[in-house]
């Protein structure tokens, strides 16, 4: 109410609100953060970093209790508490359609009304969007300085008037938060913009300045771009709310000093009282000292993810098959939709196949995406049932175009396989995902959880499936231990085939082999390259040993992808990475010329029928023909020549930076990094290349 009251006098909203006691100090929970019982471990195991969380936070904030009761959204409109017409858009059929509260939303909505300072954590699609934009809109409406009436079709609103500024860590999360916003505000006057980059920064500035704004969507950035320049006439003086979605994400080393930047050209806190919402299903250790100094002393701190009940994560059931070789990936999620698929066909009640497969490299995205669509266009696949899915990929080296693109489509289509990094981790809320994919160990326990958030959502049904090589298993039980992951052992015998092997016999599992690994030797030698380097910065990291990694990756590239002979590193690439004196590493300077060979000269490839000749059209020095699937499939491919890696290695890329999994400085959108970029032991010597 305090906040409220501060802003904007009394509230005649507020007072038609029923009273409720929702704060209890968080000290009273605090045997949650006693050391977890040796039964209990797996079912806390998401809190593994909160309880810590949670005792920091002990002296400093009010946690709210778990509502009692759930609401209607009518009801709120009924007491006079939320605009009409907000609770129309929200639930009218032929709009939102939406009847009743989840909890977060209930449990935060009277916080955010009053003007309190709010961290809420709660699992995965259970609408945390709605949750801080329907309060957030309502609190616009309720300043009395708001004017949203128009002259004629115009607003009276400048760009000056922003009350509101919402930070996401991508810019498909920013359009998908804005598209929801405005949803919400429909018919209210209030005006929703967006700046995220990527997008044509003079027209969406234009739009600004013409239309006003009073609730502005973006990623760090392009907002800092904005806010940082005097003559766009975009600021906020005004600002009553800030809100970090994704909060932990946009609170580590990667974004906080863009946050920090942005926060410098609002108005000072102490001058103007400002409100900031935090919302993420994730609060680990370490951004707690930033939450704290974002954040008001006595902040509610909103928590449904609750010791008594199971998370989202939990419910959703997860597999992890260790994988004889990184070379059955693709076969083993090839063979997870060919399972799926013949259980439809058996006549169980089950969605159509969709599913989002992630890597923890770009080029490896866009290899699989590569290799599928190959598969979708050859004789054999092509006309059954799982032919007609639509093969995507989403990654921050597409071009925004391409990524919205990919994005609609994937959301628009009831089934589809969807090749992504972790862009798409966090808040993307593609509608029936029936199968998360993670290929190899994740880099932390909170992109798990998130990218295994994108199935089940809003109460529906999902599948986690997580793709590891044995060699991997330290790493999988530093990170995910504790996550309840059962062993698979028998439902993918496509990530046990011997690949280095000729597939031979028609069981259904020689089938899955021979087809994808046809698929994959028709890959573009580019992108097996760029897959090569981009997996080398990863791979050293999950593995026990360089050695045993280089092995591994090199079986991946010649078993799997039908290569005579792994990619070549640059000598001083391979020095930086401490990889001089492994054995198999493939020392010389020929990758570059090759991806620049295979880059000028048209996509062959995969024809229907089959894996036409001109596929490795430019990679065949060597005078090697390939077919199938063979051993000498990519045969030719050149040793010890000029090029080699430097710095921005991948010329035709328009933008520089690797680092691990997603680049770490998207400069298309400097506030675009969907991934974390770490920069642990050997990545740094990829730092510059583009993969
Ligand atoms: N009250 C509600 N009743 C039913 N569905 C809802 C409700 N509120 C939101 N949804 C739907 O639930 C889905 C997930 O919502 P949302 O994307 O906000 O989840 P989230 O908690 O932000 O997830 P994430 O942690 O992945 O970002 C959306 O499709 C949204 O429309």
Redesign the pocket.
Known sequence: MLGTLRRFGVSNVLRASAPRTLSTRWASQLPKVQAPSASSVLTRSLHSSFPKFSAAVAQESAETEPSQKIEK?AELGEQGFIDSTIIKNITHPSR?N?????E??SMTLREIVKGNDVLAQ??????????FLLPTLQNILNDPGVDVSKVGRYSRTAPSEIRALIISPTRELAE?IAV?AKKVAFGTGLIVQTAVGGTQKRSGLMKIQREGCHLLIGTPGRLKDILSDPWTGVSAPKLNTLIL??ADRLLDQGFAPDIKEIQGFLPNPSEIDRQTLM???TVPREVMSLVRQTLKPGFQFVQTVREDEVPTHHRVPQKVVWMRGLENGMPAVLEIAKNYEARRANGEELRPFKAIVYYNSTAETKCAADAFNNLRRSDDFGKTALGELKMLEINSRLTQGERTRSAESFRRSPSGILFSSDVTA????F?DVTHVIQVGVPRDTETYI?RL??TA???KEGEGWLLVHKGEDACFRSRLGRIPIKEDTVSLPAAWADMSQQATGSSATSETVSQMKAAMTAVGPSHKIKSYMGQLGTIIGNFSSKRFAIEVLNKQFVDGFGMESPPQIAPRVAQQMGLGNIPGVNIGTGSRRMMEEDDSSSSGGFSRGGFSRGGDRGFSRGGGDRGGFSRGGDRGFPRGDRGGFSRGGDRGDRRGGFSYGERRGDRGDRGDRGDRGSSRGPRRALEGFDF
């Open positions: 959204f939102m939406l009847e009743t509260m989840t977060v939303q709660a699992k995965t699609g259970t609408g945390k969007t709605l949750a998908q929801e979605d994704e919302f993420s299903a966090r808040g993307m809320d509608p998130h958030g994108r959502r809003a109460g």
